[in-house]
């Protein structure tokens, strides 16, 4: 199976921590970003594609043996910081912190020099070279979440805003009582890395395939506001299509909660996504 390689980065400059990061992948083609009409093959591939997310495909972008190494060390070492701050903690870590945590805790360690340029340039890259084609909220990899904003939901590990998701969360609350749970509220950037590259690893390095499930480091509307829901005891199952069978899905959509982000045969380079609530309407 032919698939394009991420061989190298280029353009080290002066940039953030001394780099300017930029990711040498393919070019996206001009019928995805945006457009209402497609021809017909480009179309049913693009389509057949996001139908199937989870497969690779022949074009996909993965991460070459060069920078392999480094990549997977990457992953270690973040897997190492969630477990020594905590999941609920990692939620809302930032960048600068999550540095300041390895350098101090010889468990997790100093990310190194070329970990750091492949965290750089993995956030600032176009991800529209491997896929994926939303809005990025985030524009900087030192960008925070402030504790004074956000508020931590009682039992699920989650944070939300005040004012952007909590009032939201709690009407959604009041109407469908304790069938519904909070899956995922406020990611930062340290934990959008953190799941974004665990699902490259999973997936052999294959940048595409992990971005038609999850959105690049700084792509997250998670990181401004947005947060998914499930119905209590349906685990995986609610990040599935699957949930659109609940109780809770029918009832939110009934009332009009659903907003969604990735709707069904979106044009983002990412699969459908109904437990995805959106909170800004206009972004």
């Given at each position: 199976?032919?698939?394009r ?33 497609y ?11 996001i ?42 870590l ?29 956030f ?7 896929g ?37 969360f709690?009407?959604?609350?009041k ?9 995922s509220?406020?990611?930062?950037v ?20 992990a ?10 509307f ?6 998914d829901v ?31 982000r ?9 699969r ?8 800004n309407?206009?972004?």
């Amino acid at each position: 199976m032919k698939r394009r390689y991420l061989l190298k980065t280029l353009g080290l400059g002066a940039v953030g921590l001394g780099l300017a990061p930029e990711i040498l992948a393919r070019t996206t083609r001009g019928y995805f970003a945006g457009v209402n009409e497609y021809p017909d093959d480009e179309l049913k591939d693009y389509l057949h594609k996001i139908q199937n997310f989870n497969h690779p495909h022949n074009d996909d972008v993965q991460i070459g043996s060069v920078l392999y190494p480094i990549f997977e060390s990457t992953v270690m070492r973040m897997r190492r910081l969630q477990k020594l701050v905590g999941y609920g903690n990692f939620n809302i870590l930032n960048f600068s912190n999550g540095l300041s945590f390895a350098r101090n805790y010889p468990d997790v360690g100093k990310f190194t020099k070329e970990e750091l340029q492949f965290m750089e340039v993995t956030f600032y890259a176009d991800s529209k070279r491997y896929g994926f084609l939303g809005e990025k909220p985030l524009k900087e990899i030192t960008d925070k979440v402030n504790k004074k904003d956000v508020i931590k939901v009682p039992y699920s590990g989650n944070y939300l805003y005040k004012e952007r998701s909590v009032e939201i969360f709690e009407d959604i609350k009041k109407e469908l009582g304790e069938k519904v749970v909070l899956t995922s509220g406020i990611r930062g950037v340290m934990k959008q890395f953190m799941l974004f590259l665990n699902k490259v690893y999973s997936s052999e390095g294959n940048l595409s395939l992990a971005s038609r499930s999850l959105a690049p480091p700084g792509y997250s509307f998670h990181g401004n506001g947005d947060f998914d829901v499930g119905q209590v005891g349906y685990g995986k199952l609610n990040f599935t299509g699957h949930f659109t069978k609940t109780d809770v899905y029918k009832k939110l959509a009934e009332l009009g909660y659903l907003k969604l982000r990735y709707p069904q045969d979106n044009k983002l380079g990412v699969r459908y996504e109904p437990w995805h609530i959106k909170i800004n309407a206009d972004v």
